[in-house]
């Protein structure tokens, strides 16, 4: 099913990222490298326009690689400035990597003496910081999961081997082998299972430059899949988020929008290469 011009205007509510919040991403120099020692740099940023710094650094403490044998690989010249960080990964195996940040949180509210609390954090930091008796509890806890693919010489697939948690991208169409104008196939999981009618999006980088968003939105079928055809080359961002979260037409003043006990997000840079 190809993305025709109705289905790139149609709006699907509970795409994980509005054209005015901020995005984090990571962008790599190239995305299929042929060399004898392959080497590819990273941007990682947080941004309000994609793909360009204008906004904050994304913090690397919790940020891995896989290589292709499942192996770690650490990263290279790691810097972190004031509105990016960078990092090299020499690519020392042939084959393909991910680069990952995997991030689990709890957000909470509660009264204490009339008051109301707020917190957000880690498990082991609620369990310590959040009475379990607190007066009118409510918890949401979030699962992030932000990747891009790069590879050395040739692809592989051993790297998109499913964890069973979260919201996970597994390609059928290698996300290093796409090119504008021909079809690429995606499956998506939740917890390990087919993602059925999941909402995603696509978005361009070059947004500056192009002066409209361009966003192209899609839901998957009942396999957890989805067959498109992307018409322009460039790097891309794809990002999804499970449940839909409903927007109040007139949020309560001084109350923060009900969030569900459970949020999953996904987002990911590919690479379209030219034909």
Do not use: C
Not at 133 to 138: C, D, F, V
């Amino acid at each position: 099913m190809k993305l025709t011009k109705t289905l790139i205007a149609l709006a699907l509510a509970g795409a994980a990222f509005s054209a005015q919040a901020h995005k984090p991403w990571l962008l790599p120099s190239s995305t299929l490298v042929d060399s004898k020692e392959p080497w590819v740099t990273f941007d990682a940023a947080i941004s309000e326009d994609l793909f360009d710094i204008d906004h904050q650094p994304l913090k690397l403490d919790a940020l891995t690689v896989i290589g292709p044998d499942g192996s770690a690989v650490p990263l290279q010249n790691a810097q972190t400035g004031r509105l990016r960080s960078t990092f090299d990964i020499k690519m020392d195996k042939p084959g393909t990597y991910k680069v990952q940040l995997v991030q689990q949180s709890v957000n909470a509210s509660w009264k204490a003496n009339g008051e109301v609390k707020r917190f957000r954090g880690t498990e082991e930091a609620f369990a310590k910081d959040v009475p379990a008796n607190a007066e009118e509890l409510k918890v949401s806890r979030t699962s992030s999961r932000l990747e891009s693919f790069v590879s050395a010489n040739k692809t592989d697939d051993a790297v998109f081997k499913p964890t069973g948690k979260g919201l996970e991208l597994v390609p059928v169409t290698h996300p290093n082998d796409m090119r504008a104008g021909e079809q690429a196939t995606w499956r998506f999981l939740l917890d390990g299972k087919p993602a059925a009618n999941q909402a995603f999006s696509l978005i361009p980088g070059g947004v500056r430059y192009r002066g409209t968003l361009g966003e192209i939105r899609q839901t998957t079928d009942a396999k957890g899949e989805i067959t498109f055809t992307i018409p322009a080359a460039g790097m891309y961002l794809v990002s999804a988020s499970w449940p839909v979260i409903a927007r109040p037409a007139q949020p309560t003043p001084g109350q923060a929008p009900q969030m569900p006990p459970r949020r999953v997000t996904y987002a990911a840079t590919v690479e379209v290469l030219p034909q």
